[in-house]
Nanobody, 124 residues
Framework: QVQLVESGGGSVQAGGSLRLSCAVSGYTYRRAWFRQTPGTEREGVATILTAGGNSVYYGDSVKGRFTISQDNAKTMVFLQMNNLKPEDTGMYYC???????????????????WGQGTQVTVSS
């Protein structure tokens, strides 16, 4: 059974930085961060292959500002968020995929496990 627990959310002014953490237990093939605001669909932010390597992808709106990483033990996934903008506000979720075949990395249907979410608020 996979468990995901996020932490690190908070409130920050535009231009500031936050680092989100996700504690992961159990086997996963790929981990990702998604975000959601009320009334919108969950949006893929970034993803990383558990085995490591260069299989890292970002949503277009965060490229160059956000960085996903994980520790050597693969028990933690991080999302470093720099130059935050008000439109980055939302609930951020850590997610895990068990199987790697087919489809887009940001398809929420491919992720079997989700954390409870951590709120990020960016003020202008």
């Amino acid at each position: 059974q996979v468990q995901l627990v996020e932490s690190g959310g908070g409130s920050v002014q535009a231009g500031g930085s936050l680092r989100l953490s996700c504690a992961v237990s159990g086997y996963t093939y790929r981990r990702a961060w998604f975000r959601q605001t009320p009334g919108t669909e969950r949006e893929g932010v970034a993803t990383i292959l558990t085995a490591g390597g260069n299989s890292v992808y970002y949503g277009d709106s965060v490229k160059g500002r956000f960085t996903i990483s994980q520790d050597n033990a693969k028990t933690m996934v991080f999302l470093q968020m720099n130059n935050l903008k008000p439109e980055d506000t939302g609930m951020y979720y850590c997610a895990a995929m068990l199987l790697g075949y087919g489809g887009r990395w940001d398809d929420v249907q491919r992720y079997a496990y989700w954390g409870q979410g951590t709120q990020v608020t960016v003020s202008s």
